[in-house]
């Protein structure tokens, strides 16, 4: 079975990028993020794994439900929820059934985030793919807003055609703290390409403004299949923009300290360019 892993950051449209694969019965499963945050949505994988092809749990998901189980009734905003429960097992267990059910491909995403940022485990991802697309977003400003909007107004993703005006809501400009995300991410993918080199993987780059500018779906599933391979069928994403903020300086309430303090920043921590 071949492991097709895309590593990301947060908000560069990885979830857009992975609901492009399409999931074919028997062939190739989209986990789309296998160690999501949300634990509840891993039962779909347990459906649609286990249940489903009638395969007994494994040491690794007794775990895992074990210590998730008993606060799954408890809000999500308590501190134990705030834990992650998976161990890495988890996604080796899930690979063999699908597996011994005749799947030749698995495909997932990880992104570095509070409940999945150990370097080991992405360590372990890396060593067990056969094959790896970096994502990533150009525009470094971009992350910041998009990341800062979505914890301001608890809207991390968009299925539907309504318009959600509070995800736009403006917030402050902290030159600090863009500095601070700014390093912070291009770490992420600075200790990444590290990764890949010392493990000797090859992989595919996509840059998520240049996939986002292809104006017909024909060119979008192009780029797309020069990652992944011209062998993958593909289908349109259900996740929609969130966004209808046409300039930077919209996302911001003090917008002449704004421009002042950014543009006195060095290029280097506004654009990265890993093609």
């Known amino acids: 079975m071949e492991i097709i892993s895309t590593i990301a950051a947060p908000r560069t449209g990885s979830m857009f990028f992975q609901e492009h694969i399409k999931n074919i019965d028997g062939v190739t499963y989209n986990a789309i993020e296998f160690f999501n945050e949300w634990h509840r949505t891993h039962y779909t994988h347990i459906n649609n794994i286990f249940i489903k092809h009638r395969t007994p749990f494994t040491e690794s998901y007794y775990s895992f439900l074990e210590k998730f189980l008993p606060l799954e009734n408890k809000p999500y905003s308590s501190d134990n929820l705030?834990?992650?429960?998976?161990?890495?097992?988890?996604?080796?267990?899930?690979?063999?059934?699908?597996?011994?059910?005749?799947?030749?491909?698995?495909f997932h995403k990880v992104v570095r985030t509070n409940w999945f940022k150990s370097a080991d485990m992405f360590e372990k991802i890396i060593n067990i793919s056969d094959k790896i697309i970096i994502l990533y977003r150009e525009s470094i400003l971009d992350?910041?807003?998009?990341?800062?909007?979505?914890?301001?107004?608890h809207q991390w993703n968009n299925r539907t055609n309504d318009y959600k005006e509070k995800y736009d809501i403006e917030f402050t400009w902290?030159?600090?703290?863009?500095l601070w995300f700014s390093n912070h991410y291009m770490n992420h993918y600075k200790e990444t390409?590290?990764?890949l080199d010392k493990n000797k993987k090859t992989f595919s780059i996509v840059c998520y403004e240049k996939l986002i500018k292809c104006d017909n779906q024909e060119k979008r599933f192009n780029m797309i299949h020069n990652a992944l391979g011209s062998e993958h069928q593909l289908t349109l994403p259900q996740v929609k923009k969130q966004s209808r903020a046409v300039t930077q300086i919209e996302a911001f309430s003090n917008k002449e300290q704004f421009l002042s303090e950014y543009a006195s920043i060095d290029e280097y921590h506004k654009i990265l360019k890993l093609i």
């Open 193 to 195: 390409m590290e990764s």
């Open 82 to 106: 705030k834990q992650s429960f998976y161990n890495f097992e988890m996604i080796l267990d899930a690979i063999n059934v699908l597996e011994q059910n005749n799947y030749q491909y698995f």
């Open 143 to 153: 992350v910041f807003i998009s990341t800062n909007r979505a914890m301001l107004s």
């Open 174 to 178: 902290d030159k600090d703290k863009f």
